[in-house]
């Protein structure tokens, strides 16, 4: 454990070693890379997750679910914590059940390491429960550079876009014969909308069972 004369609460050099102080819950925060092993490692341990890291994958998140069930305890997986973010998510899912097709945009300051975003990963996630898009010309038609079309993820066509001076955004774009609906979330400077946020899910992670995606799963939306 770390001493820091500012600090009130203890610090610790790894999640391993956090989680030698049994928690009823753990919130991960940190790599794609490491997330995955800390969130298994948390149930194991007898603590609820709530995940904050951005970059696992929908394996990564099934077998999560299989560990946390076993474990009867409850993972909340959020790819972002404001709450506009939160209504992207569920208006685009609304919006898919009447508009056939959509992409999605993922923005990004220059050195965010991996794409898609958490939040455009979970935003392709929930739209796959709706639909598969219909584009006019299928992705494997197209004629040049098939990569210019984006990524295929979750069967949505996903554009990360990593530039500096960039903050954190992600949009939904959907399209119907001579109509366009945009939906987008724009994170701004301050911290405060991940902290009210990321509170929430602390608070109501423990009345869950099993992988739950986004902070909706506990708002009355």
Partial sequence: MLSESRLTCPVY???AEALATPSEVFVEY???ARAKANIVTALGRGAHVVVGT???TDA???EIDAVARSQQ???LACGNFAL?????LRFAELAAKLVPQWEIIDYAHDDKIDAPSGTARELAARLAEVRNPAPTIPIDRTVGPRETRGATVGGSQVHSIRLPRYVISAEAILGISDQKLTIRHDSGSSARPYVDGALLAIRKVPGLLGLHRGLDAVLDL
Avoid at 84 to 88: F, I, S
């Fill in 73 to 75: 305890r409850g993972v």
């Fill in 60 to 62: 990564d998140y099934a």
């Fill in 13 to 15: 050099a790894s999640a």
């Fill in 84 to 88: 506009t973010a939160v209504l992207l």
């Fill in 54 to 56: 951005s970059g696992l």
């Fill in 30 to 32: 940190t790599k794609p």
